[in-house]
């Protein structure tokens, strides 16, 4: 390992051990039970909360996947099949496995895709150890879900499970690195995530998780330190779009 490598495994080893010391006890069970809860209406309330953002941006996303026919495709933290039900709407041909830790999320994203008239493969489990063999997917796509993850270990388990030449296509709410429009973010977060609980009706669990939702992004990466981090475990070439000053962006890597 160059003197490079083993500075960047260090930063990013420092990192997660952070993140982890300060949410381990939120991602186990209370996370889970937020999910459970939320589920039925998780889509409706994520377009809500980002003031009817969320279908713009998804579609974004969706619309820079390089997709072909008998693509496999991994959707990691597939919650509900958004993104799996808008792959397959524009390349039938392609095939989808969908894997979440949420029994909940994908028995509602299961009827969402049968309404739709998809097939998608549901895997329930830890995507932080993906049940699949090395090399097995052309494709792989997450979206949302970066921030309550170890990230390490799932970038580098999305990139063993890829074919060589593979796609990896990430998109997430990241910390933005201006000050003044973190500061700003952070207060909208506030507001948006205690006013989307109200009007939905959440239970006491996703209530009392609104400081972490905001906690999780202002401890999170930047745009630039999710190429970085793709780059460190080993994809490349990496490109990235981003939107709103770095509040979120679009990644795109390939297995080499």
Not at 248 to 255: D, F, G, L
Request: charged letters at 25%; proline letters at 4%.
């Amino acid at each position: 390992m160059s003197d490079m490598q083993d500075t960047a495994a260090q930063y990013f080893s420092g990192r997660e051990e952070k993140r982890k010391h300060a949410f381990s006890g939120i991602w186990g069970d209370e996370l889970h039970a937020v999910f459970k809860d939320v589920a039925p209406y998780y889509d409706v309330a994520s377009n809500v909360a980002s003031l009817g953002m969320c279908r713009t941006w998804r579609g974004k996303f969706l619309s820079a996947v390089d997709l072909k026919p008998g693509d496999e495709v991994l959707d990691v933290c597939a919650g509900t099949n958004a993104v799996g039900i808008g792959l397959l709407k524009r390349q039938p041909a392609a095939r989808v496995t969908a894997m979440d830790r949420s029994q909940e999320m994908q028995d509602v994203g299961q009827q969402i895709a049968r309404k739709n008239g998809v097939e998608i493969k549901s895997v329930v489990g830890d995507v932080h150890k993906l049940p699949f063999p090395d090399n097995s997917f052309d494709v792989a796509t997450l979206q949302w879900a970066s921030r309550h993850l170890q990230i390490v270990d799932v970038f580098s388990e999305v990139f063993r499970v890829l074919k060589p030449g593979g796609r990896f296509h990430h998109h997430d709410m990241l910390r933005p690195e201006n000050p003044v429009v973190q500061s700003l973010y952070s207060t909208y977060l506030k507001g948006c995530v205690s006013a989307t609980a109200l009007i939905f009706g959440s239970g006491a669990k996703a209530r009392s998780c609104r400081n972490y939702f905001v906690e999780a992004i202002e401890m999170f990466y930047s745009s630039r330190e999710i190429t970085e981090l793709l780059e460190h475990v080993g994809f490349s070439p990496v490109t990235a779009e981003d939107a709103i000053g770095g509040v979120m962006a679009n990644h795109r890597a390939t297995k080499p």
